[in-house]
Protein backbone atom coordinates (compact mmCIF):
# COMPACT_ATOMS: atom_id res chain seq x y z
CA UNK A 1 0.00 0.00 0.00
CA UNK A 2 1.30 3.59 -0.54
CA UNK A 3 2.50 5.73 2.22
CA UNK A 4 1.95 8.59 2.98
CA UNK A 5 4.47 11.34 4.96
CA UNK A 6 2.49 13.75 6.52
CA UNK A 7 2.78 15.39 10.41
CA UNK A 8 0.19 13.53 12.55
CA UNK A 9 -1.38 16.08 14.89
CA UNK A 10 -5.56 15.81 14.59
CA UNK A 11 -5.89 18.37 11.41
CA UNK A 12 -3.37 16.24 9.58
CA UNK A 13 -4.41 12.78 10.37
CA UNK A 14 -7.83 13.79 9.29
CA UNK A 15 -6.06 15.07 6.23
CA UNK A 16 -3.81 11.67 5.81
CA UNK A 17 -6.87 9.95 5.39
CA UNK A 18 -8.05 11.65 2.74
CA UNK A 19 -4.90 11.77 0.81
CA UNK A 20 -5.25 7.99 1.09
CA UNK A 21 -8.21 7.06 0.19
CA UNK A 22 -7.62 9.13 -2.86
CA UNK A 23 -4.46 7.70 -3.80
CA UNK A 24 -6.37 4.50 -3.21
CA UNK A 25 -9.06 5.92 -5.80
CA UNK A 26 -6.12 6.67 -8.57
CA UNK A 27 -4.80 3.34 -8.21
CA UNK A 28 -8.22 2.01 -9.51
CA UNK A 29 -8.79 4.48 -11.76
CA UNK A 30 -9.44 3.00 -15.94
CA UNK A 31 -6.40 3.65 -17.94
CA UNK A 32 -7.54 5.86 -20.93
CA UNK A 33 -7.32 4.00 -24.81
CA UNK A 34 -4.89 6.02 -26.50
CA UNK A 35 -5.57 6.81 -29.84
CA UNK A 36 -3.35 7.58 -32.66
CA UNK A 37 -4.49 9.44 -35.54
CA UNK A 38 -2.30 8.62 -38.57
CA UNK A 39 -3.03 10.01 -42.53
CA UNK A 40 -2.10 7.83 -44.83
CA UNK A 41 -1.84 7.87 -48.49
CA UNK A 42 -2.60 5.18 -51.02
CA UNK A 43 -1.50 5.15 -54.32
CA UNK A 44 -4.86 4.72 -56.30
CA UNK A 45 -2.92 2.60 -59.39
CA UNK A 46 -1.30 0.09 -57.54
CA UNK A 47 -1.93 -3.64 -57.49
CA UNK A 48 -2.01 -4.87 -54.02
CA UNK A 49 -2.68 -8.61 -54.92
CA UNK A 50 -1.86 -10.63 -52.00
CA UNK A 51 -1.06 -7.61 -49.58
CA UNK A 52 -4.63 -7.29 -49.43
CA UNK A 53 -7.29 -4.10 -50.31
CA UNK A 54 -6.54 -0.49 -50.61
CA UNK A 55 -8.09 -0.17 -47.11
CA UNK A 56 -6.18 -2.89 -45.87
CA UNK A 57 -2.75 -1.34 -46.59
CA UNK A 58 -3.91 1.91 -45.59
CA UNK A 59 -4.48 0.16 -41.82
CA UNK A 60 -1.70 -1.45 -41.85
CA UNK A 61 0.94 1.82 -43.26
CA UNK A 62 -1.17 3.44 -39.93
CA UNK A 63 -0.26 0.91 -37.52
CA UNK A 64 3.34 0.73 -38.96
CA UNK A 65 3.74 4.89 -38.84
CA UNK A 66 2.04 4.75 -35.20
CA UNK A 67 4.61 2.11 -34.04
CA UNK A 68 7.56 4.51 -34.86
CA UNK A 69 6.15 7.01 -33.11
CA UNK A 70 5.58 4.57 -30.25
CA UNK A 71 9.49 3.36 -29.88
CA UNK A 72 12.48 4.72 -28.23
CA UNK A 73 13.91 4.85 -31.35
CA UNK A 74 13.65 4.80 -34.91
CA UNK A 75 13.59 1.16 -36.57
CA UNK A 76 16.04 0.05 -39.03
CA UNK A 77 14.43 -0.93 -43.04
CA UNK A 78 15.00 -4.21 -41.95
CA UNK A 79 12.50 -4.23 -38.98
CA UNK A 80 10.40 -2.09 -40.20
CA UNK A 81 9.75 -4.59 -42.91
CA UNK A 82 9.57 -7.48 -40.53
CA UNK A 83 7.23 -5.57 -38.35
CA UNK A 84 4.55 -5.14 -41.03
CA UNK A 85 5.15 -8.54 -42.42
CA UNK A 86 4.04 -9.66 -38.63
CA UNK A 87 0.92 -7.09 -38.75
CA UNK A 88 -0.14 -8.29 -41.90
CA UNK A 89 -2.54 -10.66 -40.33
CA UNK A 90 -3.24 -9.43 -36.89
CA UNK A 91 -3.24 -4.84 -37.89
CA UNK A 92 -6.78 -4.73 -37.71
CA UNK A 93 -7.26 -5.48 -33.86
CA UNK A 94 -5.35 -2.32 -33.06
CA UNK A 95 -7.47 0.01 -35.74
CA UNK A 96 -10.18 2.26 -33.51
CA UNK A 97 -11.39 3.41 -37.26
CA UNK A 98 -10.68 4.96 -40.56
CA UNK A 99 -12.48 6.61 -42.97
CA UNK A 100 -11.73 8.10 -46.75
CA UNK A 101 -10.77 11.93 -47.04
CA UNK A 102 -11.61 13.51 -50.01
CA UNK A 103 -8.67 14.65 -52.21
CA UNK A 104 -7.18 16.63 -55.02
CA UNK A 105 -5.03 14.69 -56.69
CA UNK A 106 -6.29 11.35 -58.65
CA UNK A 107 -3.13 9.22 -58.14
CA UNK A 108 -3.76 8.68 -55.00
CA UNK A 109 -6.24 8.09 -51.91
CA UNK A 110 -6.11 9.42 -48.52
CA UNK A 111 -6.58 7.67 -45.10
CA UNK A 112 -7.34 8.98 -41.93
CA UNK A 113 -6.83 6.45 -39.58
CA UNK A 114 -7.56 6.04 -35.12
CA UNK A 115 -4.85 3.42 -33.88
CA UNK A 116 -5.11 1.70 -30.62
CA UNK A 117 -1.86 2.91 -29.48
CA UNK A 118 -2.29 1.74 -25.73
CA UNK A 119 -3.03 -2.34 -27.12
CA UNK A 120 0.09 -1.41 -29.82
CA UNK A 121 2.42 -0.32 -27.00
CA UNK A 122 1.27 -3.77 -25.54
CA UNK A 123 2.04 -5.64 -28.81
CA UNK A 124 5.58 -3.82 -29.38
CA UNK A 125 6.72 -4.85 -25.52
CA UNK A 126 5.25 -8.07 -25.39
CA UNK A 127 7.51 -8.22 -28.98
CA UNK A 128 10.56 -7.20 -26.79
CA UNK A 129 10.88 -4.23 -30.02
CA UNK A 130 10.52 -1.07 -27.73
CA UNK A 131 13.18 -2.61 -25.26
CA UNK A 132 15.75 -3.65 -27.81
CA UNK A 133 15.33 -0.86 -30.38
CA UNK A 134 19.68 -0.29 -29.68
CA UNK A 135 20.68 -2.86 -27.64
CA UNK A 136 20.07 -6.82 -28.40
CA UNK A 137 19.01 -9.85 -26.09
CA UNK A 138 21.33 -12.71 -25.98
CA UNK A 139 19.57 -15.69 -25.64
CA UNK A 140 20.28 -19.84 -26.08
CA UNK A 141 17.48 -21.17 -28.62
CA UNK A 142 17.08 -25.30 -28.93
CA UNK A 143 15.05 -25.81 -32.49
CA UNK A 144 13.53 -29.14 -32.51
CA UNK A 145 11.99 -29.37 -35.73
CA UNK A 146 11.78 -32.57 -38.76
CA UNK A 147 13.95 -30.57 -42.31
CA UNK A 148 14.33 -27.97 -40.59
CA UNK A 149 10.93 -26.17 -40.41
CA UNK A 150 10.45 -23.05 -38.96
CA UNK A 151 14.45 -22.11 -38.83
CA UNK A 152 14.16 -19.59 -41.57
CA UNK A 153 10.88 -17.85 -39.72
CA UNK A 154 12.23 -17.62 -36.51
CA UNK A 155 15.52 -16.19 -37.57
CA UNK A 156 13.24 -13.21 -38.96
CA UNK A 157 11.41 -13.21 -35.86
CA UNK A 158 15.00 -13.05 -33.76
CA UNK A 159 15.83 -9.81 -36.33
CA UNK A 160 12.58 -8.17 -35.34
CA UNK A 161 12.76 -8.30 -31.50
CA UNK A 162 16.06 -7.89 -31.24
CA UNK A 163 17.62 -11.43 -29.91
CA UNK A 164 20.85 -12.55 -30.87
CA UNK A 165 21.98 -16.66 -30.41
CA UNK A 166 24.55 -16.77 -27.93
CA UNK A 167 26.28 -19.13 -25.44
CA UNK A 168 24.01 -17.69 -22.36
CA UNK A 169 22.16 -20.05 -19.50
CA UNK A 170 19.31 -17.58 -19.47
CA UNK A 171 16.93 -17.05 -21.04
CA UNK A 172 16.92 -20.28 -23.25
CA UNK A 173 13.61 -20.84 -25.37
CA UNK A 174 12.72 -24.40 -26.47
CA UNK A 175 10.86 -25.08 -29.61
CA UNK A 176 9.07 -28.02 -30.98
CA UNK A 177 7.42 -28.77 -34.19
CA UNK A 178 4.74 -31.32 -33.75
CA UNK A 179 3.27 -34.10 -36.17
CA UNK A 180 -0.17 -32.04 -36.29
CA UNK A 181 1.69 -29.07 -37.88
CA UNK A 182 1.68 -26.97 -34.74
CA UNK A 183 4.39 -25.82 -32.58
CA UNK A 184 5.38 -25.78 -28.55
CA UNK A 185 7.31 -23.61 -26.77
CA UNK A 186 9.42 -23.33 -23.31
CA UNK A 187 11.09 -19.86 -22.41
CA UNK A 188 13.70 -20.19 -19.11
CA UNK A 189 14.86 -17.22 -17.69
CA UNK A 190 16.73 -16.99 -14.62
CA UNK A 191 14.09 -17.79 -12.02
CA UNK A 192 10.96 -18.65 -13.95
CA UNK A 193 9.61 -20.90 -16.81
CA UNK A 194 6.67 -20.29 -19.14
CA UNK A 195 5.24 -22.82 -21.60
CA UNK A 196 2.82 -22.57 -24.61
CA UNK A 197 1.50 -24.25 -27.43
CA UNK A 198 0.07 -22.42 -30.83
CA UNK A 199 -0.81 -23.15 -34.19
CA UNK A 200 1.58 -20.74 -35.72
CA UNK A 201 5.30 -19.95 -35.14
CA UNK A 202 4.31 -15.77 -34.72
CA UNK A 203 1.81 -16.28 -32.35
CA UNK A 204 3.88 -18.53 -29.98
CA UNK A 205 6.90 -16.02 -30.01
CA UNK A 206 4.81 -13.60 -28.62
CA UNK A 207 2.97 -15.69 -26.37
CA UNK A 208 6.39 -16.43 -24.70
CA UNK A 209 8.35 -13.75 -24.68
CA UNK A 210 5.31 -11.18 -23.62
CA UNK A 211 5.70 -13.31 -20.40
CA UNK A 212 9.77 -12.58 -20.12
CA UNK A 213 9.56 -8.73 -20.89
CA UNK A 214 6.60 -8.02 -18.80
CA UNK A 215 8.78 -8.48 -15.72
CA UNK A 216 10.89 -5.36 -14.88
CA UNK A 217 14.16 -7.79 -13.72
CA UNK A 218 14.27 -8.93 -17.14
CA UNK A 219 14.03 -5.57 -18.78
CA UNK A 220 16.49 -3.46 -16.64
CA UNK A 221 19.35 -3.55 -18.83
CA UNK A 222 17.18 -1.57 -20.84
CA UNK A 223 15.50 1.28 -19.39
CA UNK A 224 16.95 3.54 -15.85
CA UNK A 225 14.37 3.47 -13.25
CA UNK A 226 13.87 6.68 -11.87
CA UNK A 227 12.25 7.79 -8.50
CA UNK A 228 11.19 11.71 -8.87
CA UNK A 229 8.98 13.92 -6.82
CA UNK A 230 6.80 17.29 -8.37
CA UNK A 231 5.87 19.50 -5.77
CA UNK A 232 3.08 22.45 -6.19
CA UNK A 233 -0.01 20.54 -7.01
CA UNK A 234 -3.46 22.40 -5.85
CA UNK A 235 -5.63 19.16 -6.28
CA UNK A 236 -5.19 15.63 -6.53
CA UNK A 237 -7.09 15.61 -9.86
CA UNK A 238 -4.16 17.42 -11.11
CA UNK A 239 -1.72 14.66 -9.85
CA UNK A 240 -4.51 11.82 -11.32
CA UNK A 241 -4.09 14.09 -14.32
CA UNK A 242 -0.05 13.72 -14.58
CA UNK A 243 -0.24 9.83 -14.03
CA UNK A 244 -2.42 9.63 -16.72
CA UNK A 245 -0.61 12.00 -18.72
CA UNK A 246 2.80 10.74 -18.48
CA UNK A 247 1.57 7.24 -19.31
CA UNK A 248 1.05 8.56 -22.76
CA UNK A 249 4.59 9.59 -22.98
CA UNK A 250 5.34 5.95 -24.84
CA UNK A 251 8.92 7.15 -26.46
CA UNK A 252 10.33 7.73 -22.88
CA UNK A 253 8.03 6.31 -20.47
CA UNK A 254 7.89 2.10 -19.96
CA UNK A 255 5.79 1.99 -17.30
CA UNK A 256 5.50 4.41 -14.19
CA UNK A 257 3.26 4.12 -10.66
CA UNK A 258 2.62 6.51 -8.43
CA UNK A 259 4.08 6.04 -4.85
CA UNK A 260 2.71 9.07 -2.71
CA UNK A 261 1.07 11.90 -1.75
CA UNK A 262 1.95 14.41 0.50
CA UNK A 263 0.59 17.66 1.69
CA UNK A 264 2.48 20.84 3.34
CA UNK A 265 1.24 24.87 3.43
CA UNK A 266 3.09 24.58 -0.53
CA UNK A 267 0.46 22.91 -1.62
CA UNK A 268 0.47 18.65 -2.61
CA UNK A 269 3.27 16.70 -3.82
CA UNK A 270 3.95 13.25 -5.50
CA UNK A 271 6.56 10.84 -6.14
CA UNK A 272 6.57 8.27 -9.02
CA UNK A 273 8.35 5.75 -9.89
CA UNK A 274 9.09 5.43 -13.63
CA UNK A 275 11.07 3.30 -15.58
CA UNK A 276 12.39 4.89 -18.83
CA UNK A 277 14.70 3.73 -22.00
CA UNK A 278 15.13 7.55 -22.89
CA UNK A 279 16.17 9.19 -19.77
CA UNK A 280 17.47 12.82 -21.05
CA UNK A 281 14.65 13.03 -23.12
CA UNK A 282 12.40 12.48 -20.23
CA UNK A 283 13.68 15.01 -17.77
CA UNK A 284 13.44 17.53 -20.47
CA UNK A 285 10.07 16.76 -21.02
CA UNK A 286 9.48 16.89 -17.13
CA UNK A 287 11.31 20.40 -16.91
CA UNK A 288 9.05 21.61 -19.67
CA UNK A 289 5.83 20.25 -18.52
CA UNK A 290 6.52 21.53 -14.82
CA UNK A 291 8.00 25.08 -15.55
CA UNK A 292 4.61 26.14 -17.94
CA UNK A 293 2.36 24.61 -14.73
CA UNK A 294 4.83 26.31 -11.87
CA UNK A 295 5.85 22.97 -10.45
CA UNK A 296 9.14 21.95 -9.52
CA UNK A 297 10.89 18.27 -10.14
CA UNK A 298 13.17 16.52 -8.75
CA UNK A 299 14.78 13.66 -8.75
CA UNK A 300 15.11 11.32 -5.24
CA UNK A 301 18.81 9.88 -5.80
CA UNK A 302 19.19 6.55 -4.03
CA UNK A 303 15.88 5.73 -3.55
CA UNK A 304 14.80 4.34 -6.99
CA UNK A 305 13.64 0.46 -7.00
CA UNK A 306 12.09 -1.58 -9.70
CA UNK A 307 9.06 -3.03 -8.74
Not at 81 to 107: V, W
Not at 110 to 131: E, F, H, I, P, R
Request: hydrophobic share 40%; glycine share 6%.
Amino acid sequence: MPYLDVFMSPFRRGRALVFAVCLAALALVALPTWAGEQIVAIDAQAEFGSMGSEREQAMLLAVIRESQAILPDRLDQTRKELLAEFMQARHEKYILSYSQLAGTNPQERMWQVQVNTKALTSLLKDLGVYYTIKDSLAYRLKLLSEDDRGRGRITELETLSGCTRDNVQFPELRVQSTSEGSWNGRLKSQDQTWTASQKNLDDLWVTLWSNFFSHPENILPFVQSLDIRIHGWSTISAISGFSKRIQSWTQMVDRVSLLQITGDSQGLHGRWQILTPKRDTLEERLDRYTQSRGLDWKLQEGESEAD
